[in-house]
């Protein structure tokens, strides 16, 4: 089946830095990718979709500037967060499609914690 | 927009019983819907897509029902087994003609032996 990985899977920062997480599509091309982030014991929230080659489109009440989405090629998106603060930690999961099948698959996750 | 409920939010069953979670939607009708499973600390696994021309879908020991009158569909797991112990995810388009996935809160299923 299709694999997409997410790196780092953890990761702990001070308040004010940035963090790159990316997301990769291992064995299919995917024009489509999407960012989530999932607060405890809460459904994971749709932040953005990005598409291969052109800007991504945030969801209401996400700031495009603070979490900055690059989608550079077929099988990499990154997700920045930049001047990450505590309220920022969370649970981000991407997920890629490979047109025209609906089904997304998900990478494993990464961690944030911001202190 | 559209909304999501998944009733239950734990269910407890014994080992070989089947386990029936419920989703129910509140606007218009999707094209399709999906399950999913999430294990703590993981990304969902992809279960299961019913499209909205099609009543019942099944894999393995997995069912899904689509009633598009009563904007439900109904997950089941037959012969449960403790290894089925997760939270299930129902999964819809976000908007009519959208890729992106709206999701339930989920149910947390605990089979027990």
């Known amino acids: 089946g299709a694999v997409v990985s997410q790196h780092p899977s953890r990761v702990i920062c001070k308040s004010g830095t940035s963090v790159k997480i990316e997301c990769r599509s291992l064995d299919f091309q995917a024009t489509t990718m999407f960012w989530y982030r999932q607060f405890p014991k809460q459904s994971l929230m749709l932040m953005a979709t990005s598409n291969e080659g052109s800007k991504a489109t945030y969801e209401q009440g996400v700031e495009k500037d603070k979490f900055l989405i690059n989608h550079a090629s077929l099988t990499l998106s990154t997700l920045t967060v930049t001047s990450a603060h505590p309220e920022d930690s969370s649970f981000y999961i991407c997920?890629?499609?490979?047109?025209?099948?609906?089904?997304?698959?998900f990478g494993p996750g990464t961690r944030l914690l911001v202190l | 927009s559209q909304k999501i409920e998944q009733n239950s939010e734990a269910l407890n069953i014994q080992e070989g019983k089947t386990a029936t979670l419920t989703c129910n939607y509140t606007?218009?009708?999707?094209?399709?819907l999906q399950w999913y499973r999430q294990d703590p600390g993981r990304g969902p696994v992809f279960l299961l897509l019913?499209?909205?021309?099609?009543k019942e879908k099944r894999k393995e020991r997995l069912k899904v029902t689509f009633d598009t009158t009563l904007k439900q569909s109904l997950f089941h797991i037959t012969a449960s087994q403790p290894a089925d112990s997760a939270t299930y995810l129902c999964?819809?388009?976000?908007?009519?003609?959208?890729?992106?996935?709206?999701f339930g809160k989920g149910t947390t299923l605990s089979v027990s032996s």
């Open positions: 997920s890629a499609r490979e047109p025209p099948i609906e089904t997304q698959y």
């Open positions: 999964a819809l388009p976000h908007n009519q003609a959208g890729t992106a996935l709206i």
């Open positions: 019913i499209r909205e021309n099609e």
């Open positions: 606007n218009y009708s999707p094209a399709y």
